[in-house]
C-alpha cells in the first residue's frame, strides 16, 4: 500500500483550470494576510530521498528519550500491544471516509459498531455515538445538547476540569450564544457543588479531573438534576472505568473523554479519538453518527450500517443541533481493537496496575517530604507542592502533576523519586 500519493504539474494545471484559478496560493486567500507567513525561513535546499532521510534522522536523534515519562495532564503513556497495529492496518479498516455505501464498508461500520458497543458498556450509558474528534470537541458538543435540550444559555463546568478543556468551551460558547460559569474546586481539589447552580443547561465536570482527583459523580449528577432539570456532563478517562463506578451508574446524563490512554501512542498530542455516550432520550440529538446494526434477507449474515445523522448537518446547517459531521475513525478503531485484546479482565488489571504504581510513587515522595497538594482519592495522577523533573508544571496552585502508568518499572520509579529528591533539596 503506497501512501505517498503526487500529482503530476498538469494534474495541478487541470485543477486550477477547473477552479479559474491562476495559482495555488490562491487557495488560500480566504486567509487573512495577517494569519499567512511570506515564506518560510531556515529550509535547506531540495534533498534527493536518501539526503533527505539522513538529514532526518540526524534531526531526530536530538530528542532526548532516554528518560520515561510521568508527564500525564490528559495524555498518558500505557503499553500499545503490537496486535493494534497490526489489526488496524488490514485493508477492510484502513479509510477514514464516511462509510454511506455500507456494501463497500462493512469493515468501517463493524468497527463504528463495536466501538460504540465498547463505550456503553464503559460508561453504562445507553447510546454512544461513531467518535468525536477529542475530548474538548466532545464537552462542547454535550454543552450544546444541553442547552438544546433544556433551552437553557448557561453551563456551569468545574474549575477542576482540564484547561485545555474550557478554554475550548469558552470559545463554543461565545459563538453560540452560551454563557460559561465556573463552579470552583475546594481545598480536597473536588468540584464544590455547594450552591444550586440557576438557570442551568448543564454541569460539566471531569473525573479523574485535571489534578488526578476523583470526583463525587453521584452527588454532582444529583445537585445537577436538582437545579431544576440540568444535565450533567461527566467527562472521564476510559481507562479509569475499568477500576471506577460507571458514570451511568451515578445517575450521569451525558459522558464524553478522550480515547488515547486506549491504544493509541501519545505521540506528541495526536491524532485523538473523543467517546460521546449519553441516556437514549438524548439519542436524537447526538452529534455525529451512529452505526446500527441489522440483517440480510435470509438472516443469517449480521450487517451494519450508518442508522442515524441529521441531514440538517450537511443542507440546513443553521438549524443543525451539530455541525460535527465527521468521526475519528481510525483512531476510535485503536481503541475498540485495544479493548477486544484485553476485555474486561485485562483492562481492569491494567488500570489496577498503574494505580497502585502511582500509589507507591506518591509513598515514596511524601517519605521525602514532598506534600500532595490534596489528600483527596485518585487514579494513577496526582499532584504535589513541588515543582519536580519530568512532571507537569501547574501555575494555579503551584506544583507538579505526576502520572504513572503500567509501564514504568520500579527501577524508573525510584530514580524519578531521586531526582525528586535533589530538585526539592535544591
Same mark, same amino acid.
Given at each position: 500500500?503506497?501512501?505517498?500519493?503526487?500529482?503530476?504539474?498538469?494534474?495541478?494545471?487541470?485543477?486550477?483550470?477547473?477552479?479559474?484559478?491562476?495559482?495555488?496560493?490562491?487557495?488560500?486567500?480566504?486567509?487573512?494576510?495577517?494569519?499567512?507567513?511570506?515564506?518560510?525561513?531556515?529550509?535547506?535546499?531540495?534533498?534527493?530521498?536518501?539526503?533527505?532521510?539522513?538529514?532526518?534522522?540526524?534531526?531526530?536523534?536530538?530528542?532526548?528519550?532516554?528518560?520515561?515519562?510521568?508527564?500525564?495532564?490528559?495524555?498518558?503513556?500505557?503499553?500499545?500491544?503490537?496486535?493494534?497495529?497490526?489489526?488496524?492496518?488490514?485493508?477492510?479498516?484502513?479509510?477514514?471516509?464516511?462509510?454511506?455505501?455500507?456494501?463497500?464498508?462493512?469493515?468501517?461500520?463493524?468497527?463504528?459498531?463495536?466501538?460504540?458497543?465498547?463505550?456503553?458498556?464503559?460508561?453504562?450509558?445507553?447510546?454512544?455515538?461513531?467518535?468525536?474528534?477529542?475530548?474538548?470537541?466532545?464537552?462542547?458538543?454535550?454543552?450544546?445538547?444541553?442547552?438544546?435540550?433544556?433551552?437553557?444559555?448557561?453551563?456551569?463546568?468545574?474549575?477542576?476540569?482540564?484547561?485545555?478543556?474550557?478554554?475550548?468551551?469558552?470559545?463554543?460558547?461565545?459563538?453560540?450564544?452560551?454563557?460559561?460559569?465556573?463552579?470552583?474546586?475546594?481545598?480536597?481539589?473536588?468540584?464544590?457543588?455547594?450552591?444550586?447552580?440557576?438557570?442551568?443547561?448543564?454541569?460539566?465536570?471531569?473525573?479523574?479531573?485535571?489534578?488526578?482527583?476523583?470526583?463525587?459523580?453521584?452527588?454532582?449528577? @444529583?445537585? =445537577? /438534576?436538582?437545579? !431544576?432539570?440540568?444535565?450533567? *456532563?461527566?467527562?472521564?478517562?476510559?481507562?479509569?472505568? %475499568? #477500576?471506577? &463506578?460507571?458514570?451511568?451508574?451515578?445517575?450521569?446524563?451525558?459522558?464524553?473523554?478522550?480515547?488515547?490512554?486506549?491504544?493509541?501512542?501519545?505521540?506528541?498530542?495526536?491524532?485523538?479519538?473523543?467517546?460521546?455516550?449519553?441516556?437514549?432520550?438524548?439519542?436524537?440529538?447526538?452529534?455525529?453518527?451512529?452505526?446500527?446494526?441489522?440483517?440480510?434477507?435470509?438472516?443469517?449474515?449480521?450487517?451494519?450500517?450508518?442508522?442515524?445523522?441529521?441531514?440538517?448537518?450537511?443542507?440546513?446547517?443553521?438549524?443543525?443541533?451539530?455541525?460535527?459531521? @465527521?468521526? =475519528? /475513525?481510525?483512531? !476510535?478503531?485503536?481503541?475498540? *481493537?485495544?479493548?477486544?485484546?484485553?476485555?474486561?479482565? %485485562? #483492562?481492569? &488489571?491494567?488500570?489496577?496496575?498503574?494505580?497502585?504504581?502511582?500509589?507507591?510513587?506518591?509513598?515514596?515522595?511524601?517519605?521525602?517530604?514532598?506534600?500532595?497538594?490534596?489528600?483527596?482519592?485518585?487514579?494513577?495522577?496526582?499532584?504535589?507542592?513541588?515543582?519536580?523533573?519530568?512532571?507537569?508544571?501547574?501555575?494555579?496552585?503551584?506544583?507538579?502533576?505526576?502520572?504513572?502508568?503500567?509501564?514504568?518499572?520500579?527501577?524508573?520509579?525510584?530514580?524519578?523519586?531521586?531526582?525528586?529528591?535533589?530538585?526539592?533539596?535544591?
Amino acid at each position: 500500500m503506497n501512501s505517498y500519493i503526487p500529482q503530476t504539474a498538469r494534474e495541478r494545471e487541470n485543477m486550477l483550470a477547473a477552479l479559474e484559478l491562476s495559482h495555488t496560493g490562491e487557495l488560500f486567500s480566504d486567509i487573512p494576510p495577517s494569519c499567512r507567513a511570506d515564506g518560510i525561513s531556515g529550509l535547506p535546499e531540495p534533498l534527493g530521498e536518501p539526503a533527505l532521510r539522513r538529514l532526518l534522522e540526524e534531526m531526530a536523534g536530538r530528542n532526548d528519550i532516554s528518560e520515561p515519562l510521568f508527564i500525564g495532564a490528559g495524555l498518558y503513556d500505557h503499553y500499545v500491544p503490537a496486535a493494534v497495529d497490526a489489526l488496524c492496518a488490514l485493508p477492510e479498516f484502513v479509510t477514514a471516509y464516511t462509510p454511506y455505501q455500507p456494501e463497500a464498508s462493512q469493515g468501517t461500520l463493524t468497527g463504528i459498531f463495536e466501538f460504540q458497543t465498547g463505550m456503553c458498556r464503559l460508561t453504562g450509558l445507553d447510546v454512544s455515538n461513531a467518535s468525536m474528534y477529542d475530548a474538548a470537541t466532545a464537552a462542547c458538543e454535550a454543552m450544546l445538547l444541553s442547552a438544546g435540550a433544556t433551552k437553557r444559555k448557561r453551563a456551569y463546568i468545574s474549575a477542576a476540569v482540564h484547561p485545555h478543556i474550557r478554554e475550548t468551551a469558552a470559545a463554543y460558547a461565545r459563538f453560540s450564544g452560551l454563557e460559561v460559569a465556573e463552579i470552583p474546586f475546594d481545598g480536597r481539589g473536588q468540584t464544590a457543588l455547594d450552591t444550586r447552580p440557576e438557570e442551568a443547561a448543564c454541569v460539566i465536570f471531569q473525573s479523574p479531573n485535571f489534578f488526578g482527583v476523583i470526583e463525587p459523580m453521584r452527588s454532582l449528577a @444529583s445537585a =445537577a /438534576a436538582a437545579a !431544576a432539570g440540568a444535565l450533567s *456532563v461527566a467527562i472521564c478517562d476510559p481507562l479509569s472505568l %475499568g #477500576l471506577l &463506578e460507571s458514570p451511568g451508574m451515578c445517575g450521569v446524563d451525558i459522558a464524553v473523554g478522550d480515547c488515547q490512554p486506549l491504544g493509541s501512542p501519545v505521540s506528541f498530542g495526536g491524532p485523538h479519538a473523543g467517546y460521546f455516550c449519553a441516556k437514549e432520550k438524548y439519542l436524537r440529538r447526538l452529534p455525529g453518527r451512529i452505526a446500527g446494526e441489522t440483517a440480510e434477507l435470509n438472516g443469517d449474515k449480521r450487517g451494519f450500517v450508518l442508522t442515524l445523522q441529521a441531514r440538517e448537518q450537511h443542507i440546513r446547517r443553521e438549524k443543525a443541533t451539530s455541525n460535527i459531521c @465527521s468521526n =475519528a /475513525a481510525l483512531s !476510535a478503531l485503536r481503541a475498540v *481493537v485495544y479493548l477486544s485484546l484485553l476485555g474486561p479482565r %485485562g #483492562l481492569r &488489571e491494567v488500570a489496577l496496575t498503574a494505580a497502585r504504581k502511582a500509589a507507591y510513587l506518591r509513598s515514596q515522595l511524601e517519605e521525602r517530604g514532598i506534600k500532595p497538594l490534596f489528600n483527596a482519592p485518585y487514579f494513577r495522577e496526582f499532584a504535589v507542592e513541588a515543582v519536580l523533573p519530568g512532571a507537569y508544571p501547574l501555575h494555579n496552585p503551584r506544583g507538579s502533576l505526576v502520572a504513572v502508568t503500567e509501564k514504568r518499572t520500579k527501577t524508573e520509579i525510584d530514580a524519578f523519586v531521586r531526582r525528586a529528591e535533589r530538585r526539592a533539596a535544591e
